[in-house]
């Protein structure tokens, strides 16, 4: 049994106890707050409602293991990611717990051990004291400049793109050279690109294919036969459960070009690949910036800003610090031959964690790796993290008025109203429909004038779940970004997270799924919050498919 703070103990446990009414009660994962992802805002938990979960399962015999304790860093390459799509963790696992991720009391830790000491049958040992000082490290500019494909360090040619496993790396970069034929303007480039994909023709930056945000296409200017295509692939973190757990990295399957052609469309396979792994560590690093740039012909295809850039600084103390890397773009930084982290300037994660055990008085080496690109090579060290701090390109909200469907002349494949309260529901159609896209329209709520859905499943003409790995959302009239609980949340595997609109959205309340493909569907499951008597749960609904 996993669930979180906000909770209602007694329905998580209900169908437990129907089962086996005599077994002791265990909460195996209590989750103190929640991991980040690129791109949305840092998560918070309140401490009141955390201590309170906690307070009423000992108070009722209940045993728990709380997640996260104790927050932390998932160093180097190791974040993960989840699934539907591709939702890559931050660096920081701070996770909003008790001890942060530099092991300093929050609010939190002192309304736990409160409430731990009315259970405890001998008095709390003392806390103890802080044992790394925080430090801070003036600006400082990177000179030492080496391009990206200085760190190669294996090549191979092939007549279909291989990915990093069967490059034999696991984590890191791959650039990929292929000659492409003569198109004109607007010509289509088609790639399954895991996980961000920038596009060069001839060493000019044409744009950037981002398995975060689906996109698998990008338009090309008009080409030359014998052009040089160079795409250079950042692989992210790794999908770790779910259906989507086989996350291969790099270009997965075929490349494709495709034009209009008077009327016909014509399909171009590209073929005859050259690869060359950059992998993510610092001996690389360490070579790329003391090797000679000899190689010519990669460096016209590939831009100077991005590579590596190294520095030096001096320290007359240590101590544990904060990186600010506000002004990069896009990599990983390594101090001291360690590996902090990935970085990503759209936040919400700004600084990365470096321990002060992984510094020394005197002397000390930086090196970043930017697979972007930065605004300006410098960084500093400061003595507060910044783990909530945006700068996106465009807005993360799925409102764009032109993906909103006409559902006017539309006939519902279902409606009516929900039960209030926890728990699941089924909602079975008259007839099976088929569709790619699903929307939903919460007409009525049972409580306030928003709406949250935790979690929605789709049942096939057998009577199961259809799998979500391909599921996106195609619009959504209103999302409260500041709670980071946008319409993908109705579909992430995770229970304790939800779409909820606006407070002061106006009903009703539009939710549009586009499933990847053409499905056919005989239900839908609906899971309103988990929180006690389901806050913001849908009413009245209709159901569409298109």
Same mark, same amino acid.
């Given at each position: 049994?996993?669930?979180?703070?906000?909770?209602?103990?007694?329905?998580?446990?209900?169908?437990?106890?129907?089962?086996?009414?005599?077994?002791?009660?265990?909460?195996?994962?209590?989750?103190?707050?929640?991991?980040?992802?690129?791109?949305?805002?840092?998560?918070?938990?309140?401490?009141?409602?955390?201590?309170?979960?906690?307070?009423?399962?000992?108070?009722?015999?209940?045993?728990?293991?709380?997640?996260?304790?104790?927050? *932390?860093?998932?160093?180097?390459?190791? @974040?993960?990611?989840?699934?539907?799509?591709?939702?890559?963790?931050?660096?920081?696992?701070? +996770?909003?717990?008790?001890?942060?991720?530099?092991?300093?009391?929050?609010?939190?830790?002192?309304?736990?051990?409160?409430?731990?000491?009315?259970?405890?049958?001998?008095?709390?040992?003392?806390?103890?004291?802080?044992?790394?000082?925080?430090?801070?490290?003036?600006?400082?500019?990177?000179? !030492?400049?080496?391009?990206?494909?200085? *760190?190669?360090?294996?090549?191979?040619?092939?007549?279909?793109?291989?990915?990093?496993?069967?490059? !034999?790396?696991?984590?890191?970069?791959?650039?990929?050279?292929?000659?492409?034929?003569?198109?004109?303007?607007?010509?289509?480039?088609?790639?399954?690109?895991?996980?961000?994909?920038?596009?060069?023709?001839?060493?000019?930056?044409?744009?950037?294919?981002?398995?975060?945000?689906?996109?698998?296409?990008?338009?090309?200017?008009?080409? %030359?036969?014998?052009?040089?295509?160079?795409?250079?692939?950042?692989?992210?973190?790794?999908?770790?459960?779910?259906?989507?757990?086989?996350?291969?990295?790099?270009?997965?399957?075929?490349?494709? /070009?495709?034009?209009?052609?008077?009327?016909?469309?014509?399909?171009? !396979?590209?073929?005859?690949?050259?690869?060359?792994?950059?992998?993510?560590?610092?001996?690389?690093?360490?070579?790329?910036?003391?090797?000679?740039?000899?190689?010519?012909?990669?460096?016209?295809?590939?831009?100077?800003?991005?590579?590596?850039?190294?520095?030096?600084?001096?320290?007359?103390?240590?101590?544990?610090?904060? /990186?600010?890397?506000?002004?990069?773009?896009?990599? =990983?930084?390594?101090?001291?031959?360690?590996?902090?982290?990935?970085?990503?300037?759209?936040?919400?994660? %700004?600084?990365?964690?470096?321990?002060?055990?992984?510094?020394?008085? *005197?002397?000390?080496?930086?090196?970043?790796?930017?697979?972007?690109?930065?605004?300006?090579?410098?960084?500093?060290? =400061?003595?507060?993290?910044?783990?909530?701090?945006?700068?996106?390109?465009?807005?993360?909200?799925?409102?764009?008025?032109?993906?909103?469907?006409?559902?006017?002349?539309?006939?519902?494949?279902?409606?009516?109203?929900?039960?209030?309260?926890?728990?699941?529901?089924?909602?079975?159609?008259?007839?099976?429909?088929?569709?790619?896209?699903?929307?939903?329209?919460? =007409?009525?709520?049972?409580?306030?004038?928003?709406?949250?859905?935790?979690?929605? +499943?789709?049942?096939?003409?057998?009577?199961?779940?259809?799998?979500?790995?391909?599921? !996106?959302?195609?619009?959504?009239?209103?999302?409260?970004?500041?709670?980071?609980?946008?319409?993908?949340?109705?579909?992430?595997?995770?229970?304790?997270? +939800?779409?909820?609109?606006?407070?002061?959205?106006?009903?009703?309340?539009?939710?549009?799924?586009?499933? *990847?493909?053409?499905?056919?569907?005989? @239900?839908?499951?609906?899971?309103?919050?988990?929180?006690?008597?389901?806050?913001?749960?849908?009413?009245?609904?209709?159901? +569409?498919?298109?």
């Amino acid at each position: 049994m996993n669930f979180g703070t906000g909770a209602k103990i007694d329905d998580q446990f209900r169908r437990l106890r129907e089962l086996r009414p005599n077994a002791p009660l265990m909460c195996s994962e209590f989750w103190s707050g929640w991991f980040d992802k690129w791109g949305a805002r840092h998560e918070t938990r309140p401490a009141k409602d955390m201590v309170a979960g906690i307070d009423e399962m000992l108070s009722k015999g209940i045993s728990f293991s709380l997640y996260m304790t104790h927050g *932390g860093t998932s160093f180097g390459h190791w @974040a993960g990611a989840n699934s539907p799509g591709l939702a890559p963790d931050v660096t920081s696992y701070d +996770y909003d717990a008790p001890i942060n991720e530099y092991g300093e009391p929050t609010e939190k830790y002192w309304l736990l051990r409160n409430t731990l000491a009315k259970y405890s049958d001998s008095k709390l040992p003392a806390v103890p004291k802080k044992i790394a000082e925080i430090i801070s490290i003036p600006k400082l500019k990177l000179h !030492n400049v080496a391009p990206i494909y200085i *760190g190669t360090d294996s090549t191979a040619n092939s007549r279909e793109p291989k990915t990093f496993e069967e490059m !034999n790396m696991g984590y890191g970069s791959m650039i990929y050279n292929t000659a492409i034929p003569q198109v004109a303007d607007g010509a289509m480039l088609h790639i399954n690109g895991h996980d961000f994909v920038q596009v060069f023709i001839n060493g000019e930056y044409i744009g950037k294919i981002d398995r975060v945000k689906n996109e698998r296409s990008l338009p090309l200017p008009a080409t %030359q036969k014998g052009d040089v295509l160079t795409l250079l692939v950042e692989g992210m973190g790794r999908i770790n459960f779910g259906r989507a757990i086989k996350d291969f990295k790099g270009l997965v399957g075929d490349v494709t /070009l495709t034009t209009e052609v008077d009327g016909d469309e014509l399909t171009w !396979n590209l073929k005859d690949w050259s690869m060359r792994r950059i992998a993510d560590d610092y001996q690389t690093a360490h070579r790329a910036m003391t090797t000679p740039h000899t190689d010519v012909a990669l460096a016209e295809n590939t831009p100077s800003a991005i590579g590596y850039y190294r520095a030096t600084f001096n320290l007359k103390k240590t101590g544990d610090t904060f /990186l600010n890397m506000e002004t990069w773009g896009k990599g =990983q930084v390594y101090v001291n031959g360690h590996a902090l982290g990935r970085f990503w300037s759209i936040g919400p994660q %700004q600084t990365l964690y470096c321990p002060g055990c992984w510094l020394k008085k *005197g002397e000390n080496e930086i090196v970043v790796l930017d697979v972007v690109g930065p605004k300006e090579p410098v960084v500093w060290g =400061q003595t507060k993290p910044e783990l909530d701090k945006l700068q996106l390109e465009k807005s993360a909200k799925h409102n764009n008025i032109g993906d909103k469907p006409d559902l006017n002349s539309t006939t519902p494949i279902a409606k009516g109203e929900t039960k209030p309260g926890n728990g699941w529901q089924t909602i079975n159609f008259a007839k099976p429909a088929t569709g790619r896209y699903i929307a939903i329209e919460c =007409q009525t709520m049972h409580d306030g004038k928003s709406v949250a859905i935790a979690e929605l +499943y789709l049942l096939d003409k057998d009577g199961k779940r259809l799998s979500r790995n391909q599921w !996106n959302v195609k619009y959504a009239n209103s999302e409260n970004l500041q709670g980071n609980h946008t319409g993908d949340k109705a579909f992430d595997l995770q229970e304790s997270t +939800y779409w909820q609109t606006e407070k002061d959205a106006t009903a009703p309340h539009l939710l549009v799924i586009d499933l *990847g493909a053409e499905q056919t569907v005989t @239900a839908l499951e609906y899971l309103p919050r988990m929180e006690q008597g389901a806050p913001d749960s849908m009413k009245g609904y209709k159901i +569409y498919m298109y």
